[in-house]
């Protein structure tokens, strides 16, 4: 497709798109933004528990790294069948079974006596947060047109990073008070609650009772005019056709290149403060916070309200997201500053440089199933993309635990540039331009 091409359809669909959303639209994306905050609480605990773990039952930093990444494997095993089950049954009844399961989950891991039971927990969670992303990536699909997709992904994708500035200090507090269990049961009752709030607020577009009837078609025109090729009637592609494709391995890659340094953050920092640079577990909780707000700032000024912002004012859409989406990965190169920092002030400047970057990339990231797959096929996409990103963040908890307990603080940066550097490789060369992969193969056959 070109330049031009391009040009004339974002001015089609903006000239489509009504003059603003309804407010309805911002409260589904503020409501998704609330569980990821709520669920990413159960994944820091674990994090801000690694002491207390240890004390409790005498487990080394190998088995630590190992019970950090039991979360991911369930997750990653349940994302390719879960694109399937939320392209069939919704994001509605799929995320209601899920948001029950990972409060379970939380309240099973207060009450673990011992770390096999404590693996289950966690296995559990897994299961129950699987469908999150790739839901919350589906639901952005059908409540906004792609010109306002970004700062509405940015909310829910934000909330990801925030939760570590909030949760790390309020848990790491609870534990030091009161004990790791009751932080566990804390983050149950939480999400609990979240799971109430859900059943009685989200509904698709077409389902959702609280629109106006002009309201609802115009939020179905407006999505389906910005994704011209993601139309209702369009035939559900197979997995193994869609592995196949050079866009969606070009994001998986890329993709899962983010989520390894992200995972080794947000399961390591609060120890590798303590561990490396011999923090007290206080101050290793509160200097936790400083680069996930840079994150989230990055995020959503960035990744959402800049992208959106230059995409409205008619600059070419794909350019505009490939530039944040690779940019912001190369300043995740970063992380590699704080293979040799010796102070904490190095150690997070660099840190806060790397996930700050990444950080803006990532609501790009998360709105391309939408753009470059069919509507019938945004699930799969998610569910693959979303695969990649866990196998990476198993990756990202065990080797790490493994070079811990090597003294080998250097090669858990150095390790997580080389990947990122890999990325950007990706990004670049199979993923190209972010747009439908079906007008690629038409251009192609054209030409021949």
């Known amino acids: 497709m070109s330049e031009t091409g391009g040009g004339d359809e974002l001015s089609q669909s903006l000239e489509h798109e009504p003059a603003r959303l309804p407010r309805r639209s911002w409260q589904i994306a503020f409501l998704l933004g609330l569980g990821v905050l709520v669920n990413y609480f159960d994944r820091v605990n674990l994090s801000v528990s690694h002491e207390s773990l240890i004390a409790a039952f005498g487990i080394s930093n190998i088995a630590f790294g190992y019970l950090s990444s039991a979360y991911n494997w369930t997750y990653a095993l349940c994302q390719l069948p879960v694109g399937v089950l939320l392209d069939k049954f919704g994001v509605r009844r799929v995320g209601r079974i899920s948001t029950l399961i990972w409060s379970l989950a939380s309240f099973c891991a ?12 966690r296995f559990l969670l897994g299961v129950g947060e699987a469908p999150t992303f790739p839901a919350n990536a589906k639901a952005i699909g059908l409540w906004f047109p792609a010109t306002k997709r970004g700062f509405a992904t940015a909310i829910f994708d934000s909330a990801a990073k925030f939760s570590s500035v909030l949760g790390v200090p309020l848990l790491g507090i609870i534990l030091l008070k009161i ?46 005019r910005s994704d011209a090729h993601n139309a209702a009637t369009g035939e559900p592609e197979s997995l193994s056709y869609l592995l196949g494709q050079r866009k969606v391995l070009g994001l998986a890659i890329g993709f899962g290149s983010y989520n390894y340094v992200f995972y080794l953050l947000l399961a ?39 992208v959106d912002s230059l995409i409205r004012r008619g600059y070419d859409a794909s350019r505009v997201r490939q530039a944040v989406l690779i940019g912001g990965t190369m300043f995740g190169l970063g992380i590699l500053g704080a293979a040799h920092a010796h102070n904490a002030t190095q150690a997070l400047i660099w840190i806060s440089i790397s996930i700050g970057g990444l950080s803006a990339a990532a609501p790009v990231g998360w709105s391309v199933p939408a753009l470059i797959a069919s509507r019938n096929n945004v699930g799969r996409v998610g569910g693959i993309m979303n695969f990649s990103n866990q196998v990476s963040g198993i990756a990202a908890s065990t080797i790490t635990g493994y070079l811990f307990a090597a003294h080998q603080v250097a090669w858990v940066f150095g390790i997580a540039g080389i990947y990122l550097a890999i990325g950007i490789g990706a990004y670049i060369f199979l993923l190209g331009r972010i747009e439908p992969a079906k007008r690629e ?6 030409i021949l």
Not at 110 to 118: D, F, H, Y
Not at 291 to 297: R, Y
Not at 441 to 446: F, L, Q
């Open 110 to 121: 207060s009450v673990a006596p011992g770390i096999p039971s404590l693996f289950a927990a």
């Open 179 to 224: 004990g790791w269990r009751w932080s566990f049961a804390l983050t149950g009752l939480i999400s609990l609650g979240y799971f109430l709030l859900f059943w009685k607020v989200y509904r698709d577009p077409e389902e959702d009772s609280s629109l106006s009837a002009a309201d609802r078609l115009a939020i179905a025109a407006a999505t389906r």
């Open 268 to 306: 390591w920092l609060p120890s590798y403060l303590t561990l490396a640079l011999h923090i007290d577990a206080y101050h290793s909780f509160l200097y936790t916070s400083l680069p996930w707000l840079v994150a989230t700032f990055g995020d959503l000024a960035v990744g959402g309200w800049l």
């Open 441 to 446: 193969r038409a251009a192609a056959n054209a």
